[in-house]
Structure formats: C-alpha cells, structure tokens
C-alpha cells in the first residue's frame, strides 16, 4: 500500500460511481450503476484510515472484516479482497448493490464524522463482480458427507445463504421454492435496473455446482406439509418464506381497475416480463403517457415507481405522507428516481380511489399532512390537515406500504408458534423454532427487512442446524 | 417438465389433459386447483383439477380455449410437456352431507364442478347435476356425471339438447316441482353464477360458487386475484376459490377480469399470426 498520511487519505474525495445518464435510463432496463473501475476502486480504498478500531464494522449486521478487504483492494488484491468478505457475506454482489450502507456499515465509518465516508458498499460490488467476471464463482472445499438431509422453504437470501453454509458442512439440502424462479425477492421484487438478475442466477449456479437440489413449483404447506418432509426423511426444515402477504390500504376504490399490489405489479413486470409483452404473454396496464401514482416510501415503492416511468408513464408520482427525511429508501434510490424525473407528493395520503362508470381508475382523493408529535417508531407522526382534501388525477395506483406474512405455513404447521402479526417466534441465537428440528429466519421471522439481515438469519441458523445434526 | 399422457377434445374448443403429476395426484381435493405455465416466456393460468389417479400419478384438466394460453395448451397432444404445474392450490370444497345437493355448471364450468359433484356423492348426498351448453356440442361430461350423480339433466340454450333453456329455469323447475334442495354448487360463467346466486337467494338455499378471477402467483403473495365478498376484500387463490354465492360482489369481479383485455386480445393476434396456420389445422385434425 503506497504511504499516504491520514490527511492525505482524507483529501481523497469520494470516488463518483459511474453511471447510466438519468434521462437515458429512465427508458431502460439495464443497471443505472455500471461499477467502479479498477483505478476508482484503488483510489477509494485508499481513502480508508485503516482504523486500529474499525467501527465500521459494528455497523454490519454480518461482520463482514471491512478494513481488512479495503486494504486488499488498495493492494490490487482484489481475488483476495473478494475470499476475505465472503468469509461473512456469502452474496457481496447483491448486498453491495442493494444493503441501505448509510444506515448501516458507511454510518459507522469515522471518515464519516466531518467529511463522506468511505463507499464500503460500491467497494464490495466492485470485489465481487470482479470475482464473477474474472475468476467465475469459487468452489469452497465440502465437508465429508454426513448423511442427514435438510429442506430449505424459500430460494430468497436467507435460504440461498443458509443452503450455502449446510452443503459444505457436508449434508444434502433440497430448496423448495413455491414460484417457477428461484432467488425470492432478489427476483420477483427487486428490479433488474437495480440488480441484474444474471448475478442472482450466478450465485445460485454456484449453489447448484455445489451439489445443491433445487424443486421449483413446491408450495410448502399445499405440495407438501412440513410434517410430510419430515416424515420423508428431513432430518432439519429451515423456513425462509419471506413476508409474502401485501398490505393495502384498506380504502374506497381499491379493487377498480388499474390499483396494483407493489408485490402483483413489480412480479408481472420483474418475474413475468410483462415489460417485453407480448414478445412473453403476462400483461401489465399499460402505462405509456399515463399518470401512475405509488404509494409509500421505502425501496419497494422506489422500484415500482422507478419501473413504472420505464414503461412509458409520463407522469410517475410517489405519494408519500410523512416528509423527505423520513423516506425510508434506500438515500442512493431516492436521489436516482429524482434524477430520473419522480415526482414526490410529500405529507400527502389517499383518502379513496375514484373511478370511472366501467370501473377504470380515474383519481384519487388526497388529504394534506403534517408531522406532529413522534410515535411509537421515534417518528413524528403525520395528522391531516382538516380540508385540505383534493383530487389528483391518476391511471394507475401502486400500493407499497409494506408485507406481512403469508399464511400458508402457519395454516398448515400448527405446532409452530407464530406472533399476532404471523411472524414465526424463534430463540434469537439459534433460530430454532418451537417444534422440533425446525428453524426460520429472514423477513418471515422479523417482518419486512433487509437482504442482509434475510442472510445473516441463514448463516446463523445453518450453524445452529449443524450443531442439531450433529448431536442428533 | 409435466408430461401429457392423454389429450383429447370433448367438444369444439375445450380439451382433457390426464397429466403426469404423482405428488399433486396424491394431495389433491376436490375443488382445488394448479398453476400451470407452458412454455419460457409463458403465463401462469389457473386450472382446476377435475380429476386424478393417485395409482399413475396422474391429474385431469379440461380446458377450454379462450385466449393466447388456453389456445396454445389446447393445441398440444398426447406425449407433449408442460414446463410449469404447480398445486395443489387454493382451500379444498367444502363437503359435508348437506341432504339433496345440486351441482351446476355451464360450459366448461361442468369441468369445475365435477370433482365437488363426486365428493359431494360420496359424502352421502342425494346428488343432482344441472350441465348447461349453448347448444349439444356444448355440454359435457354427461356420460362421466351419470355414473356419479343420482339425476343428471343437460340443458342447451338453443334447445338441440336436453332441457331447452338455461341452466337456472332447470333449477327453477326443480325447485317449483317441490324437490327440497339443501345446498346448490354452481360453476360457470359470471353471469350464469350470479344468475343462480339470484334464483337460490329467495328460498335461503346455502348457494357456493368458485370464483376466476385472473392470478398470477396463486399462494396469496401479490393479490392480484382479489374479489369482495361479504363486503371484505379476499385472496380468491388462498381464500377460496368457492365461496358463499349469496355475499359474491359479482360485478366486481367481472370487472376485474376485464383488466387485461385488450392487451390479450393483442397478445392472441399476435400467437394467430405466428402460428397461425398449422396451429388451426392442428384443432381441426384433433376435432
Ligand atoms: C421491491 C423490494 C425492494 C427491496 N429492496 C431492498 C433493498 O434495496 N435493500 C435491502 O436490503 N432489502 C430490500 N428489500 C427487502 C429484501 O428483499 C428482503 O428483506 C429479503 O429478500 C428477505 O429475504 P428472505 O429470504 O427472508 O425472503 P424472500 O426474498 O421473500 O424469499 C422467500 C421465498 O420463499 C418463497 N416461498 C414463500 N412461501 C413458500 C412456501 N410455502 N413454499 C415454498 N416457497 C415459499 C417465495 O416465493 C420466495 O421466493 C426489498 C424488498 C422488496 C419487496
Ligand atoms: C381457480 C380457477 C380455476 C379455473 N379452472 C379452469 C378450468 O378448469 N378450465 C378452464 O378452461 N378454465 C379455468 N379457469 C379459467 C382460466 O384460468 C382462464 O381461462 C385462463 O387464465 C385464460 O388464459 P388465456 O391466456 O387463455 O386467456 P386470456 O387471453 O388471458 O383471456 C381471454 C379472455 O378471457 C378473460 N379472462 C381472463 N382470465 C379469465 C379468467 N380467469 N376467467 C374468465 N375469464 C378470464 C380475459 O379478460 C379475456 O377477455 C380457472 C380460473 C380460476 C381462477
Ligand atoms: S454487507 Fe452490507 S452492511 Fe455489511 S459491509 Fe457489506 S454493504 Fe456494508
Ligand atoms: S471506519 Fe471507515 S476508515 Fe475506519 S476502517 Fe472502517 S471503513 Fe476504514
Ligand atoms: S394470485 Fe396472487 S394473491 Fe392470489
């Protein structure tokens, strides 16, 4: 690593991430980010202290060892920086594309403090696509078979990452994964222009390379019950289902025509390709120079409201109804579906849908907010404004205001028990569940999270299933 | 990949497929349905189940050809695959011996209705089937339903065959005739289904009907097949698909379905000009 003092390191500013011209884009789907290259990489990690207590690394839900791959990158190391975070992180290409880093790793960082920290996340990305195109994905040493078998309920994060640690440890693990894709939300919800799904598809050849059985079209709870698994030979279940169960707003209007889940429209578009209709047969509204309004603020409303102005709409709104600092996407997210022409209605929410006679989506009735004391979430709460109702004209509505639990697997495993929101209650250390030989973890145990969080539950629950393998 | 052991047209435009599936062939109850998608690049289509051997491995689905995916099914033959099948999905019918049970279907409805109307019989029902087609042509699955069904009565539209008139003056007729009927299951079209939710609701007949609403993931994960009943949104894919017929909001529900209309419509052009002629020619020599 060249010799550069503390203070040169921090005149080094923040390497500008490449990317796709807004208003270029915003008429495609390909990646917005295109990725460092290898001299802005260098130069970033460069602006790293190298810090004697990295803290960045306590802000890391899976540790991953930040200080030590940045120093690799600065080396030119960059195969070695990509075996150093995959020590903690089994899918650095996803997590450096999509983990909210500015709450997270990049808070903590001290470079931070008085100036832009460290871009650890647009590092990681840089590592492991770095890895992929060059090395394709490594092959970990397998342990000795050890005869038991596990089934894994769910091809999101957490089950891919779980599936991971388990086939090394030398067991047979089958994923069961009730859509004919694999990859979770990585798939179904999170847009190609964000993830590339040639890098999900990587990550789980690398899985099926290590032996990993895969069984699509399995709804677990219909095509077999966990009590069936076991009873065929499982000798562990890990349930990954995700938080599939959309909320709605629970208004007037809202099954008109034209009034979307953000699960049903970024599916038909994202999973299904109803973005090249009718070249493949799933169709979606067709938004072109139509009004599209999506409400919510997190990085599911980003998304559909992103897509939404990439198949034609001329305008797209995100109505949200506490104000611009409590939006909880992704800061990165915000600011490129701003660039790309989003307009956002702040402290503003909907009333009811108004339609037309054959029952089309014509409008939708608004109430003004303001932010009054905070609530339960530290948040200050948003009160309507008394009359100060009025009507926007829209084609289509998109509700992201969040999931809650699928219900099958509770409808069809009694023994498991289950909070009042459907979540299922596991021993936070091993993940286990109350029945016997069964774990869970991700976004069903903690509601609607993170894919980091999603992967660090499958790591921790793999451990936990190992030690239940072997004394079992 | 599914397997098609058998394909065979029961009347112009709906089609029986006895598909390889041992572990749905195994599960499944009657009322309950699969997702199939054909091809890459394909739908995913609800269909029921209508029957299956648990022996081969094998289940039943009679389809009939209204749009690009039913068409493309349609047109493939005994020995051909199916990329997609998953189920069994949705909540099985409920059965219970309810005295004298009538089971209607219209058109391929009759295909729906007909595990329930089995299922229905063997739960000790006196069990009446009512199986309407605009014309002859139309109506089917009468032979299958007599070997089940205590009285079976076709009805036609156009009065080629059976009972001339529609579906629900039958069920009129049984009813002014003084047969006491204790539960009605009615399958069909919507109009048809709310026409027999309209003609039981005044004797307080318990009245279900299965309701289609256009699906795409069929476990409850995008509510797109959403439906009101009793006033309350439900997931018909995880909630039902039957339903008390009395609480339906039928209007609703065609609306819906009316969605994706002209962009089907669209999508169907465009499969006719692909395949176009072979394609035709294909139903014609299968007819
Ligand atoms: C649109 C969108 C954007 C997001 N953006 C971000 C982001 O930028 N950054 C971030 O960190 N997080 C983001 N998230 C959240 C993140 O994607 C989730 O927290 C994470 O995917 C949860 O992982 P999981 O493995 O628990 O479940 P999922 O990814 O939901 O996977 C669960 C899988 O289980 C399958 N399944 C469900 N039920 C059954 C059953 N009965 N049998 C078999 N299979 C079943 C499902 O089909 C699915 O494939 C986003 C979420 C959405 C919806
Ligand atoms: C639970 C369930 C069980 C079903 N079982 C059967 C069955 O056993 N046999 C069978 O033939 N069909 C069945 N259907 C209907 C079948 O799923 C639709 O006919 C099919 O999805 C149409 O696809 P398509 O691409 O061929 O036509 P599309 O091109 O999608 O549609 C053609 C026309 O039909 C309308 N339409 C679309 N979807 C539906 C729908 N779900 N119901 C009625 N009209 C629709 C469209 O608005 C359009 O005008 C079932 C539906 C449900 C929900
Ligand atoms: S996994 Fe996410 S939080 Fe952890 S270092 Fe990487 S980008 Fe930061
Ligand atoms: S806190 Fe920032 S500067 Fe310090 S080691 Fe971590 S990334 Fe480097
Ligand atoms: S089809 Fe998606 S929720 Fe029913």
């Keep these: 690593m060249p010799e550069l003092s503390k203070k040169d390191r921090m005149k080094i500013p ?3 991430m490449p990317e796709q011209d807004g208003v270029v884009r915003s008429g495609n789907f390909k990646e917005v980010n295109l990725g460092f290259t290898e001299e802005l990489a260098k130069m970033e990690a460069l602006r790293c202290l190298q810090c004697p207590k990295p803290v960045c690394i306590d802000g890391c839900p899976v540790e991953v060892k930040i200080k030590d791959f940045i120093h690799l990158v600065a080396e030119g190391d960059f195969l070695g920086a990509a075996s150093k975070i995959k020590e903690d992180n089994m899918l650095p290409a996803v997590c450096g594309r999509v983990c909210p880093q500015e709450e997270q790793c990049e808070a903590k960082c001290v470079v931070g403090v008085k100036g832009e920290s460290v871009a650890i996340g647009r590092l990681e990305r840089f590592v492991a696509d770095y890895e992929r195109e060059h090395l394709g994905l490594k092959t970990p040493e397998l342990k000795p078979k050890t005869g038991k078998k596990v089934a894994i309920i769910g091809s999101g994060p957490s089950g ?8 090394q440890s030398g067991h047979d693990v089958t994923v069961f994964e009730a859509l004919h894709e694999l990859g979770g939300v990585l798939v179904y919800g999170i847009p190609e222009f964000r993830l590339p799904k040639d890098i999900v598809k990587a990550e789980i050849d690398s899985l099926k390379s290590l032996g990993v059985d895969f069984q699509t079209n399995a709804v677990i709870g219909f095509t077999d019950t966990i009590d069936e698994l076991m009873q065929n030979g499982y000798d562990a279940v890990f349930i990954a289902v995700g938080a599939g169960l959309p909320y709605f707003l629970n208004i007037e209007g809202e099954n008109l025509n034209g009034v979307y889940s953000s699960n049903e429209f970024l599916t038909r578009v994202n999973l299904m390709k109803a973005y090249k ?15 599209v309004a999506v409400f919510g603020g997190g990085n599911t409303a980003m998304d559909a409201v992103r897509t939404s102005k990439r198949l034609g709409a001329k305008n797209a709104y995100i109505i949200y109804r506490r104000s611009d600092a409590e939006l909880p996407a992704r800061k990165e997210e915000i600011h490129h579906a701003k660039q790309e022409g989003i307009e956002f209605l702040l ?16 409008g939708v009735e608004l109430i003004k907010m303001e932010l009054g004391e905070p609530d339960a979430s530290g948040r200050r709460k948003p009160v309507p404004i008394k009359d ?11 509700i992201a205001i969040g999931n809650g639990s699928n219900p099958i697997i509770q409808q069809t495993t009694p023994d498991i028990n289950f909070n009042k929101w459907g979540n299922i209650l596991v021993d936070e250390e091993s993940m286990a569940t109350s029945k016997k030989g069964v774990f869970a973890g991700g976004d069903i145990v903690t509601g609607g999270a993170t894919v980091i969080l999603a992967m660090g539950a499958g790591r921790k629950a793999a451990k936990a299933i190992n030690e239940y393998l072997t004394q079992n | 990949m599914y397997k098609i052991v058998n394909a065979e047209f029961l009347a112009e435009n709906i089609k029986r497929f006895v598909i390889e599936a041992p572990k749905i062939a195994a599960k499944r109850k009657a009322g309950q349905f699969v997702i199939i998608r054909l091809n890459d690049g394909g739908e995913r289509i609800p269909l029921t189940i209508a029957d299956s051997e648990t022996a081969n491995g094998t289940i039943t689905i009679i389809v009939q050809g209204i749009g690009k995916t039913t068409k493309e099914l349609n047109s493939l033959n005994t020995g051909d695959f ?14 219970e011996k309810f005295g004298t049970a009538v089971s209607i279907g219209g058109g391929v409805g009759t295909a729906i209705a007909y595990p329930t109307a089995v299922a229905l019989k063997q739960a000790g029902n006196h069990t009446i089937s009512i199986i309407g087609g605009r014309t002859r042509e139309l109506v089917i699955l009468e032979n299958e339903l007599k070997q089940v069904c205590d009285e079976v009565y076709p009805t036609t539209d156009d009065g080629s065959y059976g009972f001339h008139g529609f579906v629900t003056q039958k069920l009129k007729q049984l009813i002014d005739n003084g047969t006491r009927i204790d539960f009605v299951l009615a399958i069909g079209p919507i109009p048809m289904m ?23 993931d069929g476990t409850g994960m995008c509510g797109g097949c959403r439906a009101t009943v009793d006033n309350k949104t439900v997931f018909v894919c995880v909630d039902g698909p039957e339903f008390d017929a009395h609480l339906v909001d039928f209007a609703t529900l065609e609306r819906r379905n009316r969605t994706y209309k002209e962009s089907e419509q669209e999508a169907l052009h465009e499969h006719l000009c692909h395949f176009d002629k072979a394609f035709e020619q294909g139903l014609k020599l299968n007819n």
């Design chain 1, 14 to 16: 923040r390497q500008p």
């Design chain 2, 194 to 216: 709310k026409a027999v939710a309209e003609t039981t609701r005044p004797y307080g007949i318990k009245t279900v009907v299965s309701l289609n609403p256009v699906m795409v």
């Design chain 1, 277 to 291: 209709f009718p070249e493949f047969d799933t169709p979606v509204f067709n938004v072109k120079d139509k009004t």
């Design chain 1, 388 to 398: 100060s109702n009025y009507v926007l004209n829209i084609d289509m509505a998109v």
């Design chain 1, 160 to 167: 891919l990452s779980c599936a991971g640690d388990l086939i």
């Design chain 1, 347 to 362: 402290l503003a929410n909907p009333n009811k849908f108004i339609g037309d006679k054959d029952g089309w989506l014509t």
């Design chain 2, 82 to 95: 199916i990329l997609d099948v998953v189920g069994p999905l949705g909540k099985a019918s409920h059965i």
